[in-house]
């Protein structure tokens, strides 16, 4: 995996698949019934290592990603996050008379240390189970999908109240993107320090900005982040996936400084390949391949292979597993993958 | 509008905005409480009629689009739809078994040609009722999206269900699509007889196929009704609006044979010219920046026009105008169009 970061092809690609530790797995849900909340569950390294390891355990993935939640970061910058099943996460609203206090009152990361210090033993802990050939992922959100949460106050459909939020309030709005970039880019330091070897940066709502509000809300803070890491950690290996960004794919690497590329299933293999030319790719099966299994399965592999097995290429998911996916569908993958 | 759709370029667009007469107009808000439902008010002509005009009469658009939905098809051909305030459309999901009866109980379009007949008498009121300068559109929904409400139910945010059911049953999903392109080729025909200058097909959920499901699902079937239609009406002006294709976009045009495409508004300037390159293009204005009038909206509007301003375009949102759009900014707008 990490050979391939750093733009080595392999004739089999390493593989893992977003959101691995999750509700697919029948150990998985014996252990979140041990925690309270889901946020419980990210905020006990105990629970947290036990799920992380459990997809590594059962599949050997090639990778490990840190068992957490990009709201994490908002949730310790005071704005109180709680996930309700079937609803997803709830915060109330930011509005903009508060914008001014949540920047001052989150100027320095000690703020967020001893909220956030639990995810970083979680962090320490995967590492010493893990295999010493698994590669151990951190990950965050991006400024602009983190924001989107904390205006809505929940999942939309289109993001339209963040997007409004950006056009009224539009010098606000980035001093709120760049508080969320430095305390990100500090969690992400801290993440590599306790062991991570990469790390991902998750911008699940790019794909809803115009092309102005991309450069500004998207590449701009994506770009700060990435930055502010490697100027304490130089060679730090930082995976961006600006999910749904259609067009705007093309030149993220390069404006953000990214080490590799997360591409969304929707990406045709044409396009994918002339980004791989620039950075390394990880992508991109439809996860409704993964559930309906047999055939479609079959097909996706092969044609996500096709596509990108001519240059670096981390073999994953275009999105997260879903939680109807069978466990045997993820071994069938496995197996069409490694042959 | 019609010049523009046959490839001349006009320095000042013309310029019509999907879903303009609807809820952010208080002339609306007062003819939909004389009609029971939604589907109602779509099925009276006389009120379908002063809906659609309603737009014209304040703004002077240059174009003028029937008032309906794209869910007329299905409900013809007998898949029960009704909207739900807050909810959007509600439909009984049809299941694998139901296919068959589905296809072949709608082999033909005297099925559906009793319960469409007021949409058709309101195409031709509002022919009669338009200035002639102004330009008539007609439309209907891509047999992709339209399937996405039928097999789901109602909107869910990424189309899992319809992808799911496209992966499991190719064959009779495709079975399925080749039905609804007939019979909105029909449709389109029908509409284009009672009165429409050029029709619009609308594939809002365009973007949440993988490449694959792209071809088979979305390029496949338009293709299916552009020469369907065109074998009738050799002619015809039809625009293509796969909404959030991204990339996918690229040879859109060329592939199905539209006069015209939509472009939503994440697509980026330099990749609209491109297009452009090939066909006339509609677009692309972010709807949220019309909500948030002022700066945001002329910087905006200058954009678009400084993006596609140098070929065939007309000027259009990237999607439909919100309910909570201030009349004045719709004003603002045209304004800033038309200099």
């Given at each position: 995996?990490?050979?391939?970061?750093?733009?080595?092809?392999?004739?089999?690609?390493?593989?893992?698949?977003?959101?691995?530790?999750?509700?697919?797995?029948?150990?998985?849900?014996?252990?979140?019934?041990?925690?309270?909340?889901?946020?419980?569950?990210?905020?006990s390294?105990?629970?947290a290592?036990?799920?992380?390891?459990?997809?590594?355990?059962?599949?050997?993935?090639?990778?490990?990603?840190?068992?957490?939640?990009?709201l994490?970061?908002?949730?310790a910058?005071?704005?109180?996050?709680?996930?309700?099943?079937?609803?997803?996460?709830?915060?109330?609203?930011?509005?903009?008379?508060?914008?001014?206090?949540?920047?001052?009152?989150?100027?320095?990361?000690?703020?967020?240390?001893g909220?956030?210090?639990?995810?970083?033993?979680?962090?320490?802990?995967?590492?010493?189970?893990?295999?010493?050939?698994?590669?151990?992922?951190?990950?965050?959100?991006?400024?602009?999908?983190?924001?989107?949460?904390?205006?809505?106050?929940?999942?939309?459909?289109?993001?339209?109240?963040?997007?409004?939020?950006?056009?009224?309030?539009?010098?606000?709005?980035k001093?709120?993107?760049?508080?969320?970039a430095?305390?990100?880019?500090?969690?992400?330091?801290r993440?590599?320090?306790?062991?991570a070897?990469?790390v991902?940066?998750f911008?699940?709502?790019?794909?809803?900005?115009?092309?102005?509000?991309?450069?500004?809300?998207?590449?701009?803070?994506?770009?700060?982040?990435?930055?502010?890491?490697?100027?304490?950690?130089?060679?730090?290996?930082i995976?961006?996936?600006?999910?749904?960004?259609?067009?705007?794919?093309?030149?993220?690497?390069?404006?953000?400084?990214?080490?590799a590329?997360?591409?969304?299933?929707?990406?045709?293999?044409?396009f994918?390949?002339?980004?791989?030319?620039?950075?390394?790719?990880?992508?991109?099966?439809?996860?409704?391949?993964?559930?309906?299994?047999?055939?479609a399965?079959?097909?996706?592999?092969d044609?996500v292979?096709?596509?990108?097995?001519?240059?670096?290429?981390?073999?994953?998911?275009?999105?997260?597993?879903t939680?109807d996916?069978?466990?045997?569908?993820?071994?069938?993958l496995?197996?069409?993958?490694?042959?």
């Open positions: 995996m990490i050979e391939v970061l750093d733009g080595k092809r392999h004739t089999v690609p390493p593989v893992w698949i977003m959101r691995q530790a999750g509700r697919y797995l029948p150990e998985y849900r014996e252990t979140r019934k041990k925690a309270g909340s889901f946020l419980d569950l990210c905020y390294p105990e629970l290592i036990e799920v992380t390891m459990q997809p590594i355990r059962r599949f050997g993935f090639d990778a490990s990603i840190l068992f957490s939640d990009i994490v970061i908002p949730d910058m005071g704005r109180k996050v709680r996930f309700e099943e079937g609803r997803g996460p709830i915060l109330e609203p930011i509005s903009i008379e508060e914008v001014d206090g949540f920047i001052s009152g989150n100027a320095e990361w000690e703020t967020l240390a909220r956030l210090q639990p995810v970083l033993e979680a962090v320490a802990g995967i590492r010493s189970a893990l295999p010493d050939e698994t590669t151990l992922l951190g990950f965050c959100g991006a400024p602009w999908t983190v924001a989107t949460y904390m205006i809505a106050g929940h999942s939309t459909s289109d993001q339209a109240p963040a997007r409004l939020f950006a056009h009224r309030h539009g010098e606000a709005f001093a709120m993107l760049n508080v969320l430095d305390r990100s880019a500090d969690y992400l330091v993440q590599f320090e306790a062991g070897d990469a991902q940066i911008d699940s709502w790019a794909g809803v900005l115009d092309p102005a509000g991309f450069e500004r809300h998207c590449v701009g803070p994506v770009k700060r982040i990435v930055e502010s890491v490697r100027a304490r950690i130089p060679d730090a290996r995976i961006g996936f600006p999910k749904g960004a259609g067009m705007n794919y093309r030149g993220y690497a390069e404006k953000t400084g990214v080490t590329i997360g591409l969304d299933w929707t990406v045709p293999p044409g994918a390949q002339e980004l791989q030319k620039q950075v390394p790719v990880q992508g991109n099966l439809d996860p409704t391949r993964l559930v309906a299994g047999g055939r399965l079959d097909e996706g592999v044609e292979c096709a596509a990108l097995g001519s240059g670096p290429h981390v073999f994953n998911l275009g999105h997260g597993i939680p996916t069978p466990v045997a569908h993820v071994e069938q496995l197996k069409r993958v490694r042959g």
